[in-house]
């Protein structure tokens, strides 16, 4: 069965520290890939996707970035944080050839102090 | 752009019935539909494709008007279980983007 890990859970980190959070999949292949961002009581914000490896579309200009150096692996870095990045961050991933149901991870609590 | 939901809130007694908006501005290939604990991740409830619907759960519904790009999602007798965050989730056409609607934060009181 496909499972979806992301990681750490929670993560206090101050203003201007590098970050970077990690996303594996396991039991399927070519994979469409997600990072959500999503502020205290508001909406799913989508930050990056992609289709395959090293192929990474970029939704909203700012502090972060994402790679996908493994067809199963995707990751989000900034290089300095800010405090607006602080917020609940979702990966998931929907199979890459069917028009089927997403699948999240736990997500990550971000604090940025 | 995200779609966008109605209401942005409700608030209901066991028992009655709601429904859930979302309007895009882009022809859609499909609409997902998600709910949401506080704290936790979505997770899945039902899936509508182009021509046609798909019915996902018990009491729990939903249409997908293709020309109008518009879903909505019907709760009947609802459950203290459906309190929760809403999201409808639209893929337009040619393009693996997943954008998330607004959300409507459903409350069910006893």
């Known amino acids: 069965s496909q499972t979806i890990h992301q990681w750490p859970a929670t993560l206090v980190q101050p203003v201007g520290s590098p970050l970077s959070l990690e996303c594996t999949v396991e039991g399927t292949s070519n994979p469409n890939l997600y990072w959500y961002r999503q502020a205290a009581g508001r909406g799913l914000q989508l930050l990056f996707y992609?289709?395959?490896?090293?192929?990474i579309s970029s939704e909203v200009p700012q502090n972060l970035s994402a790679s996908r150096p493994q067809d199963r692996q995707f990751i989000l870095s900034s290089k300095k944080l800010l405090l607006s990045d602080s917020g609940f961050y979702l990966c998931a991933w929907v199979l890459g050839t069917a028009n089927t149901e997403a699948f999240f991870g736990q997500g990550t609590r971000l604090t940025v102090v | 752009q995200q779609p966008v939901q109605s209401p942005q809130a409700v608030i209901l007694r066991e028992g009655e019935d709601a429904v859930i908006n979302c309007s895009s501005s882009?022809?859609?290939?499909?609409v997902h539909w998600y709910r949401q604990k506080h704290g936790e991740a979505p997770v899945f409830l039902m899936i509508?494709?182009?021509?046609?619907e798909q019915k996902g759960h018990e009491k729990i519904s939903a249409s997908f008007n293709e020309k109008k790009q518009q879903s909505s999602l019907y709760l009947t007798a609802s459950q203290l279980s459906y309190s929760g965050t809403y999201f409808c989730?639209?893929?337009?056409?040619?393009?693996?983007?997943?954008?998330f609607g607004t959300g409507t934060r459903l409350t069910i009181i006893p």
């Open positions: 882009k022809a859609l290939y499909s």
């Open positions: 989730g639209t893929r337009p056409f040619g393009n693996e983007k997943l954008t």
């Open positions: 992609s289709v395959g490896i090293g192929q």
């Open positions: 509508l494709l182009k021509g046609g």
